[in-house]
């Protein structure tokens, strides 16, 4: 019976990336089958994580963000939790040997948003390592499972993808963060001031990133690389809306992809990739 439990739990995973993410759930459908449980269930548990410091205004955040550490650990060092989300969390955490001090630097990056609303430099790299790159680093545990060497030589561009990533939330989100959370992540931006020139400094600083990312994304194993390829041209079709975009408009919308334009992304990646044109 604990398979059907363990698979229960890689299941409630998989409903939380559903449904707070078409774009990662369509990356992590084209995976090969291995990996798709255990990255489901890192999503689901950072997707956790992320909502306590993010969406529950009117409950004690920081008690309940100390009780998930809590029960994260917990959960880690038992091997079994009764939350479904830290029990497949966990499994995957000792399976592929995924260090502590990533999953320190995640939720030490949650809890600094219950403290900081600005982020100035130091503390801005900080936060973009905890809240992104490292969970671009737990997905490379998985990808080179026992495979340190491989690990260690994508190291540096999964967390440049991460890095984009998250730079590219900041710039999507910006309204939201600053009107229902105060927050401003961006070093010497004032939100109330955001101009072009700051919006094309920070675009350049992602362009650096996604060039460095792009070169380990093909190197990556193959049952992985078409996932996380498609999950870069999304974000990259995001970037180009933005850049398109001035401050202004940034500042009052949530820019986004449309559906119909993901699905056209599934396919014509899964093309450039059966053709081996990445």
């Known amino acids: 019976m604990m398979k059907l439990y363990n698979q229960t739990c890689v299941e409630c995973s998989q409903l939380v990336t559903n449904r707070y993410s078409t774009s990662f759930s369509l990356g992590i459908r084209v995976f090969d089958k291995k990996y798709r449980s255990p990255i489901y269930s890192i999503y689901g548990f950072v997707r956790f994580a992320d909502e306590i410091v993010d969406t529950f205004h009117d409950f004690p955040k920081e008690e309940l963000l100390q009780q998930f550490k809590k029960d994260t650990y917990e959960a880690i060092d038992r091997g079994i939790s009764l939350n479904p989300i830290l029990h497949s969390f966990q499994a995957v955490v000792r399976e592929f040997g995924i260090e502590r001090d990533l999953i320190d630097a995640f939720l030490d990056s949650m809890e600094m948003d219950l403290h900081f609303d600005r982020y100035q430099d130091s503390l801005y790299k900080k936060y973009i390592y905890g809240s992104a790159e490292v969970v671009g680093l737990m997905c490379l545990k998985v990808f080179f499972a026992g495979d340190d060497k491989g690990y260690q030589h994508l190291k540096d561009s999964a967390q440049s993808l991460g890095s984009a990533f998250q730079k590219i939330n900041f710039l999507r989100d910006m309204k939201s963060d600053f009107a229902e959370r105060g927050r401003v992540y961006f070093p010497g931006v004032d939100f109330n001031n955001f101009t072009n020139e700051d919006k094309e400094?920070?675009?350049?600083?992602?362009?650096?990133?996604?060039?460095?990312?792009?070169?380990?994304?093909?190197?990556?194993?193959?049952?992985?690389?078409l996932g996380v390829f498609l999950a870069y041209r999304y974000y990259i079709n995001l970037f180009k809306k933005i850049k398109h975009s001035t401050a202004a408009r940034v500042k009052q919308e949530r820019i986004r992809v449309n559906d119909s334009r993901k699905m056209y992304l599934l396919f014509s990646s899964a093309v450039k990739h059966r053709l081996n044109l990445l």
């Open 201 to 225: 400094r920070i675009e350049a600083d992602i362009k650096a990133d996604f060039d460095h990312a792009y070169t380990g994304i093909v190197q990556l194993p193959e049952g992985a690389r």
